[in-house]
């Protein structure tokens, strides 16, 4: 849906009462009657996005179906930014948002010049094709029933709403309608909102703060923007790893992105709209290639800024706070966090690996046949193997 108004989006999801630029205020016990959205932006123009609902503070915090308690394990002298998961905690925590399908959107209508002879869709072939625009005319619909999702009654919808409906959830999609909530609860964690918030600022390419005018705060803002990696890569004992969501939910964007290619007409004549993308000759256009593209290139650039921000903090924190030769613990604090191997370097702030076949994301973005799951949660037959990848 098009909107008109200047609505701002983080891609997190408060349920707990601290503010956040959409912060709706809604009481802390009260369920959200209304989906949670996202905004995108295309040709200036901005679109709703609905990611669905999900609970507030205390009513997640009962909800057995939700991983929760995901907090720093803070006994270590240095304040190393180890994760934990405890049975209990009163700490403030969040539902980390994952709706960076809002960032593929707009990268997607954005023009950007491709290599090895692929072209990017128009911003208006993405408002019709993906998003639903029926200003441009009659807008595609794709039949997610493929997916093995349940589906409206003439069995097709925008591409968009499917996409998200892999994302976490507390009630299922639509009521229940799409996907189930043990389905999409399995995608939602409570994580301490101190995280969460530095997770949201890496996610958006920009850089967490590092030293300000006082030494205790300094520590913990470095402790937390590198705690984030540490959160990704942790996995509960006998439990769901955290990454395990991140890649459920990627993987499901590319399986719909795998049934959107089959289903619709390229280089038809004439056009659904202007500006369709075009692929190399002798190669056909694929909305899974360009999702490939753009999310292993997202999470590179992620995990450069972050090396370019742990260069800059063993920089600027001992040269604001020095350690004398009695202050043992500030040095003890300043190797555990810049020495060798220390949390707050490089090669510690990076996004897990897995083993991936030939042609899949290293991270597990796409081609992970493990964490591809359809509608039914099983893994689609026949496979959809990867993608065809753009080349550098």
Partial sequence: MRQSDDDD??????????????????????????????????????????????????????????????????????????????TNSAAKQVVPGLNFERKFITWLGSSVTLPGG?????????????????????????????????????????????????????????????????????????????????????????????????KRMSQENIRNAAGVFNYLAFAPPGGDAIWNKWMRVSNWIDLTCYVFDTEYQWGQNPPLAAGEPTAPQGQTPSLRTLYAYWIDRHLAGIEANAAAWANLAARDYPLKYPPTAEEKKDRAWITAAFGTNGFATAPNMRFPRVAAVVGASIYGAYGNAQMTLDGSDNTPNPAIGVPTRIQS
Wanted: net charge negative.
């Fill in 9 to 86: 989006d983080t891609g997190e999801r408060c349920v707990a009462s601290y503010p956040s630029p959409d912060d709706d205020q809604v009481a802390a016990l009260e369920k959200r009657l209304t989906p949670k959205t996202a905004m995108a932006t295309l040709n200036t123009d901005l679109y709703t996005i609905e990611i669905g609902q999900y609970k507030e503070c205390a009513e997640a915090q009962r909800d057995s179906g939700i991983d929760k308690n995901f907090l720093f394990d803070n006994s270590g002298a240095a304040c190393i930014p180890n994760i934990v998961q405890l």
């Fill in 118 to 214: 692929w072209v990017m869709p128009s911003a208006n072939w993405v408002a019709k094709a993906i998003m639903g625009d029926a200003d441009f005319g009659t807008p595609f619909k794709m039949h997610s029933a493929q997916l093995k999702t349940r589906t409206q009654a003439d069995g097709s919808e925008f591409p968009i709403n499917v996409m998200t409906y892999g994302f976490g959830h507390s009630d299922g999609v639509y009521a229940g309608t799409r996907l189930t909530k043990a389905r999409t609860q399995a995608n939602l964690a409570l994580l301490v909102a101190e995280v969460n918030g530095d997770k949201g600022t890496w996610f958006r390419l920009a850089n967490p703060a590092i030293v300000v005018n006082n």
